[in-house]
């Protein structure tokens, strides 16, 4: 450890990026040191990722138990949801992966502080009115969500609170088209609360595959879910019913709870960055280098807070490779191509690699292969789900550079061909494989007539 600073790393903020840079350097045998204000595990632990998939397994129930008639069940009896007890369960386990997160710091040998950390200077932290000295700072403090401002955005909730309201209501509002925005529409309309998606735009999660939002959209309409797009608000106001909300077309609509999921931005406010040499970005993010440098030499910076990928797996990533960069032999590195990813709507929607539209510029030659069928579950279950896929090949390699799927277990089943794409797989390589029947997945391996 250097004898001229208290520690030889210290981390701001312990959420996924934070923590494993933290445990990964003190497994170097470096001196480290995190601070967290708030909750251990960040954004995706606490008001993220792992409730939203608790509370999208809840949401889930009624169509399995109707399902279940069609394979001889008779129904138990009428179904009610327990919202406090859902609710309080899941914050009971979020308790617990706190309490392992916790250990995960102990264990390591990091220290770490309960306060908010303010940068003072290039080597200097403060924490709850103490002075700590470091030879590297690591901002790894996420995101927050973002809302507008506009008459009436008090009356709104953000993702943080919908994990913990006092009660479900009776009518939704949804606004945005993002990732937490179809998310939460499938959550509320699963859980039994009437559901409306408002959305500024033409087509829902419109950074994927133009087909496959298409058909995300046509199941959420499918299932219930009252969808507006090219709808803006213009205000909000108080009723005693509880709120009216007034569109820019003139019309209105009252609702118990207006979400607004409209993206997050970078939490750098009052960190005291202007202490140091970085010049934020118009939206508050921290540019860094290849390296996660950021303009001060000794200040380094990952995760959602440089706003290059907002995903877990991505923060956590980004930490190994800055602890090799930092401790190790520097041989670790982040390729930002064909990162996986799936959205929780329902339906489900996963995808890796380039959209159509994408592959098209890329590659101009391409070839589609698609599927679309119904699940298996189906044939008995009744519903009216189906399950769409898609391969996107460059004809001038033979390789499927982009694959995407809508439709029950999507998210499992894409992890593993992002494998395949990653390892540069043909569109040979798929025929080639034998498939696992009966399986949805196995459809993958045997497209072979061309769609386009
Ligand atoms: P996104 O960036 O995905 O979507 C934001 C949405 O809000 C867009 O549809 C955008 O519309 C709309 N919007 C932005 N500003 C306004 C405004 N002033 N008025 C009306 N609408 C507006 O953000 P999310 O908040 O959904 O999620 C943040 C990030 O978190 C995601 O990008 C993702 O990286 C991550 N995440 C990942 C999940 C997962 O892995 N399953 C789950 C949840 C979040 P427009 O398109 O017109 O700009």
């Known amino acids: 450890?250097?004898?001229?600073?208290?520690?030889?790393?210290?981390?701001?903020?312990?959420?996924?990026?934070?923590?494993?840079?933290?445990?990964?350097?003190?497994?170097?045998?470096?001196?480290?040191?995190?601070?967290?204000?708030?909750?251990?595990?960040?954004?995706c632990v606490n008001v993220g990722c792992v409730p939203k998939k608790l509370f999208v397994y809840a949401s889930q129930f009624p169509e399995m138990v109707h399902a279940s008639k069609g394979f001889g069940w008779s129904p138990l009896g009428e179904a009610t949801l327990d919202w406090p007890k859902l609710r309080d369960r899941k914050t009971d386990e979020i308790h617990r992966l706190n309490g392992i997160y916790q250990r995960l710091i102990d264990n390591s040998g990091a220290v770490l502080y309960d306060g908010r950390a303010t940068v003072l200077g290039p080597n200097q932290v403060s924490v709850n009115g103490q002075i700590h000295t470091a030879?590297?700072?690591l901002v790894a403090?996420?995101?927050?969500?973002?809302?507008?401002?506009?008459?009436?955005?008090?009356?709104?909730?953000?993702?943080?609170?919908?994990?913990?309201?006092?009660?479900?209501?009776?009518?939704?509002?949804?606004v945005g088209g993002g990732y937490i925005a179809v998310e939460f529409a499938g959550i509320l309309n699963g859980l039994g609360v009437q559901t409306h998606l408002v959305y500024r735009g033409t087509r829902l999660l419109k950074s994927f595959d133009a087909e496959m939002s298409n058909k995300v959209t046509q199941g959420m309409i499918q299932k219930g879910v009252n969808i507006h797009l090219d709808t803006e608000v213009a205000n909000i106001q108080k009723s005693a019913e509880g709120l009216e909300i007034n569109f820019s077309d003139h019309t209105a609509m009252s609702a118990d709870l207006v979400l607004y999921a409209t993206g997050r931005v970078a939490a750098t406010k009052n960190l005291g960055l202007e202490n140091t040499k970085i010049v934020l970005r118009s939206d508050g993010s921290i540019p860094v280098d290849n390296n996660f440098c950021t303009q001060e030499p000794s200040i380094y910076a990952l995760g959602d807070v440089i706003d290059r990928v907002q995903l877990t797996p991505v923060a956590i990533q980004e930490a190994m490779v800055l602890v090799d960069h930092l401790y190790g032999d520097k041989h670790a590195f982040i390729d930002y191509d064909n990162i996986p990813t799936a959205v929780f709507c329902q339906p489900e929607l996963a995808t890796v690699g380039l959209s159509e539209e994408d592959a098209l510029k890329t590659y101009g030659d391409i070839s589609v292969y698609t599927s679309d069928f119904k699940p298996m579950l189906q044939t008995l279950g009744g519903g009216d789900d189906r399950i769409s896929m898609k391969l996107i090949v460059a004809k001038v390699s033979d390789k499927v550079v982009g694959c995407h799927m809508v439709g029950d277990h999507a998210a499992e089943i894409i992890q593993g061909i992002g494998i395949a794409i990653k390892a540069g797989a043909t569109k040979a390589d798929f025929d080639a494989t034998i498939g696992?029947?009966?399986?949805?997945?196995e459809e993958f391996v045997t497209m072979r007539e061309q769609t386009r």
């Open 1 to 43: 450890m250097s004898t001229e600073f208290d520690y030889d790393l210290f981390v701001i903020g312990a959420g996924s990026g934070g923590v494993r840079s933290a445990r990964m350097a003190a497994s170097k045998g470096k001196h480290v040191a995190i601070a967290e204000d708030r909750y251990l595990g960040g954004t």
């Open 135 to 137: 030879e590297t700072i």
């Open 141 to 174: 403090t996420g995101g927050w969500p973002f809302i507008p401002d506009f008459p009436g955005s008090e009356h709104v909730v953000s993702s943080n609170e919908m994990f913990f309201l006092d009660q479900l209501p009776k009518t939704a509002i949804v």
């Open 436 to 441: 696992i029947h009966p399986s949805a997945a």
